[in-house]
């Protein structure tokens, strides 16, 4: 059954992310539940869907339910180090003493949550394989039932050693977490945007807000879990981090556990954050105070709100009714006022500001008609200037020659950037770089070849140069490379080398 359900003998299902559910529910008994019941009650899918964007959840649902989708453990936010490095089947003593007396052993889905060191039951420390099976002895680990000992007989290994007291507190807590987003139905009908705006909010009502407010999240973090935790599960507080990117309301971390640890910090409980969550309030503070951590009031001056991230996080429907409002608001500006310029419209504060900046994002060319930009007036053209015209049309000619004779040449290259420009320089004029020679980036652009059109081309030049060496050649000369997929073309690639290296030998 095995071999029916994967397709290829020798195949271990997965057991964190497995997929073919539907092809497994008809191949057992009619009582079995329907692949939507295993995919909600028995699999991580209810733990990874809330934080996974609309397009990422509808993969991980596809390799769920059908075929596997490659790369699904990075989209999960599953990487092979960090948090992702505790990746391992893991059982609780206490929870297999219960078992004992019912007499029915079975793995539990909240113990197999990567990143989980604490049962959320018992609170208890979860124990995997041995050190000499973790060390690589897979036989071991495919035939590894839950028990108290190891399959070798050897002694089990805590999944993640706990060395203080907040460790385990703050671990037990993150398990209570994930085992009852997994069984609670209430934070199943949560949408990644909502959860996003609900982080945003409570961000800002802790004063997020440059790289100040970065740092007393960061301490407000480090009370509530422990650095050690934030550590452990690669919590990066800095500037250029998804930390940063999740509390500004861009974009939540992939992996739940990193979120589940970001909920707790900044909610206490998975309870208030669901409350949050159905109910956004955006924070209202006063301007000129901050409350710590600590309780002590501290003068400060709030950052600009991010009306761009709010704006990127909207429908189709709620962007339609801002387009309609800021070009009233546009048009009001322009009966009202006389003498108004683009500039004018825009350094207007209140909801003139506003308007501005939301048609130069999402209605530019509406903007562009009803606010014409000032014309660009010449000062003169410089010696400067000269050189630059000089150079870019020089190095526009010299990289079409350059692919003339790249693409004449006995042995193929591929057409990049470095070897278009090889051979000329930009020294010839003074303070020149790329980006100001418009007619050398339009060649460019012509001439650089994408990866898929050079193994298109490459795998063209291959049969000819089979065919060349022996009309008798066993492809087939109507094949057309352009018309195959990436694996197909790379099969043929090969194919058509190892013939070529073996007619060559002998």
């Given amino acids: ?233 690669q919590i990066c507080t800095g500037r250029r981090t998804a930390f940063r990117a999740a509390v500004a309301g861009q974009q939540l971390f992939r992996n739940p556990v990193q979120n589940i640890i970001l909920i707790s910090g900044l909610f206490g409980s998975l309870n208030n954050f669901i409350d949050a969550a159905r109910n956004p309030n955006p924070a209202k503070l006063e301007p000129s105070l901050y409350r710590d951590v600590s309780g002590k009031v501290v003068r400060r001056r709030l950052g600009r709100p991010d009306s761009y991230a709010k704006w990127d996080r909207m429908s189709a429907i709620e962007l339609a009714e801002m387009r309609t409002q800021s070009r009233c608001q546009a048009l009001e500006a322009i009966r009202t006022g006389t003498t108004l310029t683009r500039s004018v419209f825009g350094r207007t504060p209140g909801a003139c500001s506003v308007a501005y900046k939301f048609l130069l994002r999402f209605d530019r060319e509406w903007l562009d008609k009803v606010f014409p930009p000032r014309p660009f007036t010449s000062r003169g053209t410089s010696r400067f200037d000269t050189e630059r015209a000089q150079l870019d049309r020089s190095l526009a000619a010299h990289v079409y020659a350059r692919r003339d004779t790249l693409l004449h040449a006995a042995a193929p290259f591929r057409l990049t950037k470095r070897r278009l420009l090889q051979g000329h320089s930009l020294t010839s004029a003074r303070r020149a770089t790329l980006d100001m020679l418009t007619n050398t980036q339009r060649a460019l652009d012509e001439c650089v070849e994408s990866s898929p059109a050079w193994s298109i081309r490459r795998a063209s030049l291959l049969l000819e140069h089979a065919f060349s060496l022996s009309p008798n050649a066993p492809f087939d000369r109507n094949i057309t490379p352009a018309n195959l997929s990436p694996t197909q073309l790379k099969r043929l690639y090969r194919k058509i080398q190892k013939w070529c290296e073996g007619r060559a030998s002998t």
Wanted: charged residues 20%; proline residues 7%.
């Fill in 1 to 233: 059954m095995t071999m029916e359900l994967m397709d290829k003998p020798g195949h271990r299902a997965g057991w964190v992310l497995p997929s073919g559910l539907e092809k497994l529910a008809s191949l057992l008994h009619p009582g079995v539940p329907p692949a939507e019941t295993l995919l909600r009650e028995h699999t991580l899918y209810p733990l990874f869907r809330p934080f996974l964007p609309d397009f990422a959840a509808a993969s991980l649902r596809t390799h769920f339910l059908g075929s596997s989708v490659r790369g699904i453990a990075a989209t999960c936010g599953l990487l092979p180090y960090g948090i992702s490095a505790r990746w391992n089947r893991a059982v609780c003593l206490a929870c297999l003493n219960e078992d004992a007396k019912s007499g029915q052993f079975h793995w539990r889905t909240s113990h197999l949550v990567p990143g989980i060191a604490m049962c959320p039951i018992h609170s208890e420390p979860l124990y995997t394989y041995c050190t000499t099976c973790a060390s690589g002895f897979r036989e071991s680990l495919s035939a590894w039932l839950p028990s108290t000992r190891c399959a070798c007989g050897g002694n089990l290994t805590p999944v993640h050693v706990l060395r203080t007291a907040e460790e385990r507190t703050a671990e037990s807590r993150i398990a209570q977490m994930a085992g009852q987003i997994l069984t609670d139905p209430s934070f199943e009908v949560l949408g990644h945007d909502q959860i996003l705006l609900a982080v945003a909010n409570r961000a800002k009502e802790f004063g997020h807000g440059g790289p100040r407010g970065v740092m007393r999240l960061q301490k407000l973090l480090a009370q509530r879990i422990g650095q050690d935790t934030l550590d452990a599960h």
